[in-house]
């Protein structure tokens, strides 16, 4: 049976992950909650705005008030290229096994964690790039300085370079 993919989208707190299964004339859904917890859920009844959390209570709770904070936009982009398959990032995350560690699948964790150095223009950079997202393994650095941290970075010392620029 032919079912329309809803991963990545965002059904109240819920995000999907993934498709589960077809049962009963129903697709099944793994969603994320923003309160860090996981479920699967019929896709009917996210579509329809049945179910619009896991259960916990985040669709009628208040929120921590900062949906609209670059920080967490950086914190969603991290789980989105961690954990969807369909981002155009996941191939250099989550393909490659990088994971997002399991308390900061809850931005409140994730803030308690980073919140105090972040300041703004600085971007979450993982200082082993092949280590996952944690406290231990994450700061926010400069663009500039996130450039010398990718793995296709070729650092040439100044003296080398501006000898090659010389010949």
């Known amino acids: 049976m032919k079912t329309l993919d809803l991963t990545g989208q965002q059904f109240g707190k819920l995000i999907v992950i993934g498709f589960v299964k077809y049962h009963n004339h129903a697709s099944f859904w793994q969603c994320h909650c923003a ?42 982009s991290m789980l989105n290229r961690c954990n969807n398959p369909k981002a155009q990032a996941y191939k250099n995350y989550g393909g490659r096994g990088i994971k997002v560690c399991e308390a900061w699948h809850s931005f409140e964790n994730f803030w308690t964690d980073m919140g105090s150095t ?50």
């Open 35 to 76: 309160r860090g917890n996981e479920t699967i859920v019929r896709g009917p009844d996210l579509r329809g705005g049945k179910t619009k959390s896991c259960g916990c209570g985040a669709a009628n709770q208040p929120t921590h008030g900062m949906s609209g904070h670059p920080a967490y936009n950086v914190w969603s």
């Open 118 to 167: 972040w300041q703004r223009g600085l971007t979450l950079d993982r200082r082993n790039n092949d280590g996952h997202y944690n406290k231990a393994n994450c700061r926010w650095i400069t663009r500039k300085e996130q450039a010398f941290n990718k793995r296709n970075n070729v650092f040439r010392p100044i003296g080398l370079a501006s000898a090659l620029y010389r010949e």
